[in-house]
C-alpha cells in the first residue's frame, strides 16, 4: 500500500510516500480502507520526536481516519465488513490501510459523510469532553473561545452552545471572526494585531465569562485569566501560539478560579497508561450525542481544506501559518502526482 513514511524524528518536509506492507490485523483489529485522514496540530511535533508520546521508528503518522471496514478479527463486535466507520488510531492514517483496536472504532450514522466525520470525532469530542466533563459548562454561562475558527475551536463554539451556554469568541483575522459568528458565536474580536487585554476588555467589559475554552496559550491565556468571574475555569486545551502562559496564582485566589487542563488523548488510548477500554462507554456516548446533535442540526462540521496525501508538507504549513479554517483532511489514496492539485481544493464532504 501507499503510505507517507517517517524514517527519522527531524523536519516533516523529508518524509516520502513509499510503498510498504498493509499492517497485520492484531487480536480485537479492525483493517480500515482508508477514505480520509485528519491532519492535526501535533503532526509536526510527532515528527520532529518532541511530541508528549514517541513512536517507534520507521511510523506512518495519521490519528486519525473515516473509511470502510475491510476485516475484522475473530470476536469484533464493534463494527462488522463493509461498515462505514470513524476510527482514532494514534498513528498510521496517511496509508490506503489502517488498523484500529476495536474499541476506538466507530460505525458511522448514514446521515454522516466521510468529511463531516473527521471534524465530529476528534475535535468535537475533545471540545465536548473538555466542556461538558471537565469544565462542566452550565445552561446560561458564558463561554469565551479562543482560535474560535479553528478546527477545536469551531467544535467548542458548537458544542458549547448545543449545552446551553451564551458564546463569544476571538479569531485572528475579520473572516475568520465572521465564520465564528456563523458558528453560533455572539460576539467575535480579531486578536490577530491587538493588544490581548484590550481584547479581553472588548469582549467581557464587565469580567463575567465563565468558562474560558483555550487551545491557544501564550499572552492570550494570560489576559483571558482576566475576564473571568470569581469561580471561572480557564481550560488549557492546547499551545498552538508554541508559548506556555506565564498564569500568576495570585489572580487564582483572588477570584477563586480554576486553571483545569484537558487531554482527549487520554480517553482513547494516547498516554502512557492505554485507558482506551476504561473509557470507551464514555466516549461512546460522547459521540452518540454529537452524533445526535448533528442530525438535530445543532452542528456545522467543516471541512475548509483537503488536499491529496503528497502535498502533505504543504497542508501542514498551511495548518501551522494560520490560512486554515475547521478540519484539514488528507486523501491517502490519491494520485502521487501534485501536478493536477491547486492551491486549496475546494471541501469535500462527500461519502
Ligand atoms: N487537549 C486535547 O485533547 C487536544 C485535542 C485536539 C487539539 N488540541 C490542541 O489544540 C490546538 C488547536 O488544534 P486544532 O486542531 O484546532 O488546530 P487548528 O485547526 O490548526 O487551529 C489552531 C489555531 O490556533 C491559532 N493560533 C494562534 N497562534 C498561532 C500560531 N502562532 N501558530 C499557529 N496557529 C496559531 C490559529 O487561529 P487564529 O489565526 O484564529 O489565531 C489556528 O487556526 C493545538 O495546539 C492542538 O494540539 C488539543
Redesign the pocket.
Known amino acids: 500500500m501507499r503510505a507517507l513514511v517517517c524514517h527519522r524524528f527531524g523536519d516533516y518536509h523529508d518524509l516520502r510516500i513509499e510503498q510498504v506492507a498493509p499492517p497485520s490485523l492484531p487480536p480485537g483489529g479492525v483493517r480500515i480502507a482508508i477514505h480520509a485522514a485528519s491532519l492535526?496540530?501535533?503532526i509536526k511535533l510527532l515528527i520532529a520526536g518532541k511530541y508528549q508520546l514517541k513512536p517507534e521508528l520507521p511510523f506512518i503518522p495519521g490519528a486519525e481516519v473515516v473509511g470502510r471496514v475491510l476485516e475484522t478479527a475473530p470476536g469484533v463486535s464493534a463494527c462488522r465488513p463493509g461498515q462505514r466507520v470513524l476510527a482514532l488510531i494514534g498513528e498510521g492514517g496517511y496509508a490506503e490501510q489502517a488498523v484500529s483496536l476495536e474499541s476506538t472504532v466507530y460505525p458511522l450514522p448514514d446521515a454522516v459523510a466521510f468529511g463531516e466525520a473527521l471534524h465530529l470525532g476528534?475535535?468535537y469530542l475533545?471540545a465536548y469532553?473538555?466542556l461538558a466533563w471537565r469544565a462542566r459548562l452550565a445552561v446560561g454561562e458564558t463561554l469565551l473561545v479562543?482560535?474560535?475558527?479553528?478546527?477545536?475551536?469551531l467544535a467548542a463554539l458548537e458544542v458549547g452552545r448545543a449545552l446551553g451556554a451564551r458564546v463569544i469568541a476571538?479569531?485572528?483575522?475579520a473572516e475568520?471572526c465572521a465564520l465564528a459568528r456563523d458558528h453560533g458565536a455572539a460576539l467575535c474580536v480579531d486578536?490577530?494585531a491587538a493588544d490581548p487585554r484590550e481584547v479581553m476588555r472588548t469582549l467581557a467589559p464587565q469580567q463575567d465569562v465563565d468558562v474560558v475554552f483555550d487551545?491557544?496559550g501564550?499572552a492570550?491565556s494570560e489576559a483571558a485569566l482576566r475576564c473571568l468571574r470569581p469561580g471561572g475555569r480557564l481550560l488549557a486545551?492546547?499551545?498552538?501560539?508554541?508559548v506556555m502562559p506565564q498564569l500568576q496564582p495570585n489572580i487564582l485566589l483572588v477570584k477563586n478560579l480554576s486553571l483545569q487542563g484537558?487531554?482527549?488523548?487520554a480517553y482513547i488510548g494516547w498516554s502512557p497508561v492505554d485507558q482506551r477500554k476504561r473509557y470507551e462507554p464514555q466516549v461512546r456516548a460522547a459521540l452518540a450525542q454529537i452524533f445526535a446533535w448533528q442530525a438535530q442540526g445543532k452542528l456545522s462540521p467543516l471541512v475548509g481544506q483537503s488536499y491529496p496525501l503528497a502535498r502533505f508538507a504543504e497542508a501542514l504549513e498551511a495548518?501551522?501559518?494560520?490560512n486554515?479554517?475547521?478540519?484539514?483532511i488528507l486523501h491517502p489514496a490519491d494520485t502521487m502526482s501534485t501536478a493536477a492539485s491547486a492551491a486549496i481544493d475546494p471541501p469535500t464532504l462527500e461519502s
Not at 319 to 322: A, E, G, K, M
Not at 324 to 328: D, I, N, Q, S
Request: charged share 10%; no cysteine.
Open positions: 492535526s496540530f501535533s476528534l475535535s475533545t469532553g473538555a479562543l482560535a474560535a475558527a479553528g478546527g477545536v475551536g476571538a479569531a485572528g483575522g475568520k486578536y490577530r487551545p491557544v501564550g492570550m486545551v492546547g499551545f498552538a501560539s508554541g484537558f487531554n482527549f488523548g495548518l501551522h501559518q494560520r486554515t479554517v475547521g478540519k484539514v
